[in-house]
């Protein structure tokens, strides 16, 4: 449904992106993780239309939008990470005014007002000016100019920034919702938002795809090591020494009350880190595996990523 | 052409909703008003004939007003954001550029149209000549457009109204002053810069004079800005 093919960007001097390439597929809900500024919103802005890319091609909805940008553009609803309203409008007449600019006749409008109210629970202020709306009602609106012609593919930039938490909560079931019928690739720096929502995620850096893959794969993947997660009762400088000691053992830290000893993946270590322990005379409170959360994972891909570029500088 | 009229009622009615439209219409309405108090003190009464206050002040103040009125057009869509929402509907350059240009042209036109109380004056208390007042209208009709059609072109190279409106009256005043700069130079030079110019054409309009070689000049100047205009988008994409 959506096919980015060696997208590259550049504003004057300034790589934006860098050969991207990745696809999603009908009925995907797709995730594009980065920190600010790694190119998420020029991706998307070329994929709608808004921008040409400098090098490469993109398809939404088998249009090519370089090229048949016109006719792509039919099929996209899209939400920019600044919500593009009118202020000095009524929800209701800025609906009509976004259904008619995608091509709607009046009476469809009518109906298609009526749905997507219902749906982002704007009943009660589809008369109000949207200038005296605050920020997580406009949010709504927003969703709800990206629905209103049905479109195929629905592109959402940062849809949760800045609203308060219940209505984050609210907003992410109403994409799994519209993800049901609707091919969906959103923008997001917040990690847990990205494994509630998403079936897959593309991490991008610096511009690159650095990771992309599957919720459940990534941690799984990317990772070569595991964390055992120990309570001992005894003096933790002791325990540290004596766990390091342990042959395979990668690293031990300690974060109070726990002993974090990273294994390599392959190797289950818990039956030596135990015995180790009981040698030591102290007593084990409690023992787990750990997995490392996408955060972990986020954060040792784009430290990893800054310290090679470290290395190569020097 | 449905995709033009959308935008440009939608522009219309923006226009009617703002509070600053209205300040810009009064006081456009007063500053006309001024002048026709001028003029009438200046003339002698048995001929009413010329719409004399609709000359270069008049000309001054409407390409004044027509770039205050402009400024907003693309700039203030490009702060609120929506201008990421006009650019990814399936809406062509050209539709979005010539509805906002006909949505402001209408605001114009409607203002313009709240200043025919004057000539009604005319025509109760004296007996003027009609000929030339509505040539001069067409005038104003014509360069109110080229006026818009320059003063939203620079709306569509900034995302900052005031700068927007900077640009057009520094563009606008250029166009006008060149002519008078051009006549006083006298060779070749100088009528290329007087034909070029905004002003000179414009006092066949006052004389009753419909010549169709000037109608096409503010035509071609007017058509000019708004491809400008659509280029101007255009290249925003790509760079």
Sequence with gaps: ?314 | MKNTMLIARREFRAYLTSPMAYIVACVFLVLIGALFIWYLNDIDYSDTTIAGYLDIWGNLVLMLFAAILAMRLIAEEKKLGTWELLLTAPVRDTEIVLGKFLGSLGMLVSMLALTLYFPLLLWIFGDPDTGPILTSYLGLFLLGATSLSIGLFASSVTSNQIVAAVIAGGVLAILYFIGMAGDAMGSAVGDILSYISLSSHFPAFISGIIDTRVIIYYLSVTALFLFLTIRSIETSRWS
């Design chain 1, 1 to 314: 449904m959506i096919r980015v093919q060696n997208l590259t960007k550049y504003y004057g001097e300034r790589l934006a992106v860098d050969d991207i390439s990745f696809n999603v597929a009908k009925g995907e809900i797709v995730g594009l993780l980065g920190p600010n500024g790694a190119g998420k919103t020029t991706t998307m802005r070329i994929l709608t239309g808004f921008l040409m890319p400098t090098n490469g091609n993109a398809w939404v909805a088998d249009c090519n939008m370089v090229t048949n940008s016109l006719e792509g553009r039919q099929h996209i609803g899209y939400l920019p990470e600044a919500i593009p309203l009118y202020t000095d409008v009524t929800v209701r007449s800025y609906l009509e005014f976004a259904g008619r600019l995608r091509g709607l006749d009046k009476y469809e409008i009518k109906n298609r007002i009526d749905d997507v109210v219902e749906l982002c629970h704007l009943e009660d202020y589809i008369d109000v000016l949207i200038g005296k709306l605050s920020r997580g009602f406009r949010q709504r609106v927003g969703v709800a100019q990206a629905i209103i012609h049905e479109p195929e593919v629905m592109i959402l930039d940062e849809p949760t920034l800045g609203i308060d938490p219940i209505q984050v909560a609210q907003t992410r079931q109403l994409i799994k919702d519209l993800g049901e019928e609707h091919t969906i690739l959103i923008s997001s720096h917040i990690l847990p938002e990205v494994s509630m929502v998403c079936d897959r995620v593309v991490i991008i850096h610096e511009g690159r795809i650095v990771a992309e893959d599957r919720i459940e794969n990534l941690s799984t993947i990317l990772r070569n090591s595991k964390n055992v997660r120990l309570e001992v009762q005894g003096p933790h400088e002791a325990v540290t020494i004596k766990l390091q000691q342990v042959p395979g053992v990668l690293r031990v830290q300690y974060q109070e009350p726990y002993h974090l000893v990273e294994c390599p993946a392959e190797q289950d270590l818990r039956s030596s880190l135990m015995t180790a322990i009981v040698q030591g005379g102290w007593t084990i409170l409690s023992m787990a595996t750990v997995d490392m959360s996408l955060e972990d994972i986020f954060l040792e891909l784009t430290t990893e990523e800054e310290s090679d570029d470290e290395e190569l500088e020097e």
